[in-house]
């Protein structure tokens, strides 16, 4: 799924949910319903309507073939107990688990990029590497234990401190400052990282530690949608895979 470039990525009318921290897109996030009325629909139209809600979140800059191709029917959970019950965990959250491994999606979820169109971009840019090396593809998917880290001066959350006073005079390199941390507006209720991800603020870097799991009533992937929809979609590219 790409979207139509012609409408506005944050359209106001459609309200269609994005990996992004911005005002309207958080407008649109408050106003959706968390869970449609689809009584009126066939359940192939309640399948494509989940598919197209969950995929404008979940990669809306892949196409539908690249997804496919990254698509598991076999969804990982973990056998873990609560108070000694052990309720069926909503595995179905995790049907876009796979995207998780992509580098831009990484960078985002680390809260260095305020949308995975900037943190894309990073990537493009040469702004970002893998274990050391400059890795320029967005798409590339990384392996448990890699440590991705970005260049602090791209980070829109950092900015350069003030020179304390005397510093300029004295020749002290200001490059060698250290940063402070900016939060943007509307940020916050974005600003938090994933339980597969270990985020180091003071180095820019992070390690992806493995692939995201579903547990007993919780799972890990940031999502603003219910497992209800995530079934659906689930249901839908399970049938029609090619």
Known sequence: M???????????????LRMSWNKYNLFNTTQRARVPNDSNKTLYQQKWASKKDTRSYHGDQITERQWQS????????????????????????????????RLDFIVFR???APSIYAAR????????????????YPSHRVTDGDIIQVEPTSVSTLKKASPKE????????????????VPKPFSQPFLFVPDYLEVNYNTCS???LRSPISRPGKTEIPSPFPPQMH????????????
Do not use: D
């Open 2 to 16: 790409v979207r139509n470039s012609t409408i506005p990525v944050y359209s106001l009318r459609r309200q269609m």
């Open 70 to 101: 990254m698509f598991k029917t076999r969804l990982p959970t973990a056998n873990t107990k609560v108070g000694g019950v052990e309720p069926h965990p909503p595995v179905f959250s995790l049907t876009f688990a796979e995207m998780e491994r």
């Open 110 to 112: 680390s809260n260095f």
């Open 121 to 136: 971009q990073l990537v493009g840019h040469g702004k970002v590497t893998v274990n050391g090396k400059p890795m320029p």
């Open 166 to 181: 005397g510093e300029e005079e004295s020749g002290a390199s200001v490059t060698k400052a250290p940063m402070e941390f």
């Open 206 to 208: 992070t390690c992806f």
């Open 231 to 242: 079934a659906l979609a689930y249901e839908f590219y399970a049938r029609n895979r090619k």
